[in-house]
C-alpha cells in the first residue's frame, strides 16, 4: 500500500527555537496533505490541509503564523513550528490523501518536545 | 458538525477473549468509516475500511461492521492476543467531497497473557 514517510519521529528543542518537520508520500502523488495534533489520551485534531502550489487551509484556532505549512511539491509538505514553547509540545501526525482522494495514508507521527 | 464517540474508553482483558469495540456517530451523512490502529508514540495503522453501503469489513480476526442509519459502527476482535494491546481508533469519512474524516477518541486495549 502507500507509505507516507514522516520525519523526524521525535525532536526535542529549546523555548523559542523552530522546528521543521517533513511529510513525504513515497510512492505516489499528494495533490493534498493534511496536518494532525494528538495530546496525550485524545484524538486527532486537524490542523490544517496542505495545498499543493497553494496557501494552506487552517482550521479554526490554529496560529498560521506558528505553524507554517509549505507544500511546494506533489511529494513534500513541511509544518514548521515557530519560536516553539512547552505548550506546543504534541504529538504531530501528518496523512497524505489517496490519488482518488477518498481516504488517506498517515505517517508514523513526530513527537515533538520543548524545553 | 460531526461527533464521534467510542466506548469503552479502555478495556484490559486476559488473552483470548473476543472483544467488541463501538464507535458511534451523529451524521449519517457518510462516504465511509474506518478503524486504525495507533501503537503507543506512534502512528496510525489502518485496519479495515467499510464503504457507507457495506455491512461489514474482515480481516483476519478482525470483523468491522456499519449501521450507517443507527450511526454506529463495532470492532469485532476474536480470540484476542497481547500482541493486540494498543489504541484503536474509529475515523468517519463525510460525503459531499472533503473527505476530512473526524476520529473518535479510541479505545485503549490491554490483552494480558
Known amino acids: 500500500g502507500a507509505v507516507v514517510s514522516q520525519h523526524p519521529s521525535w525532536v526535542i528543542c529549546k523555548s523559542g527555537t523552530s522546528v521543521k518537520i517533513e511529510c513525504r508520500s513515497l510512492d505516489f502523488q499528494a495533490t493534498t496533505m493534511f496536518w494532525y495534533r494528538q495530546f496525550p489520551k485524545q484524538s486527532l485534531m486537524l490542523m490544517a490541509t496542505?495545498?499543493?502550489?497553494?496557501?494552506?487551509?487552517?482550521e479554526q484556532g490554529v496560529e498560521k503564523d506558528k505553524f507554517l505549512i509549505n507544500h511546494a511539491s506533489l511529494t513534500l509538505s513541511t509544518l514548521t513550528v515557530t519560536s516553539a514553547h512547552p505548550e506546543d509540545s504534541s504529538f504531530y501526525i501528518c496523512?497524505?490523501?489517496?490519488?482518488?482522494?477518498?481516504?488517506?495514508?498517515f505517517g508514523a507521527g513526530t513527537r515533538l518536545s520543548v524545553l | 458538525k460531526q461527533e464521534v464517540t467510542q466506548i469503552p474508553a479502555a478495556l484490559s482483558v486476559p488473552e483470548g477473549e473476543n472483544l467488541v469495540l463501538n464507535c458511534s456517530f451523529t451524521?449519517?451523512?457518510?462516504?465511509?468509516l474506518q478503524w486504525f490502529r495507533q501503537d503507543p508514540g506512534k502512528g496510525l495503522t489502518s485496519l479495515l475500511l467499510i464503504q457507507s453501503s457495506q455491512r461489514e469489513q474482515t480481516s483476519g480476526r478482525l470483523n468491522a461492521s456499519l449501521d450507517k442509519s443507527s450511526g454506529r459502527s463495532t470492532l469485532y476482535i476474536a480470540a484476542s492476543q497481547p500482541g493486540d494491546s494498543a489504541t484503536y481508533l474509529c475515523a468517519v469519512n463525510p460525503s459531499g467531497g472533503s473527505y476530512i474524516p473526524t476520529f473518535g477518541r479510541g479505545t485503549s486495549l490491554i490483552v494480558h497473557p
Open positions: 451524521d449519517s451523512a457518510i462516504y465511509n
Open positions: 496523512s497524505a490523501r489517496d490519488p482518488g482522494g477518498r481516504f488517506q495514508y
Open positions: 496542505s495545498n499543493e502550489g497553494s496557501k494552506a487551509t487552517y
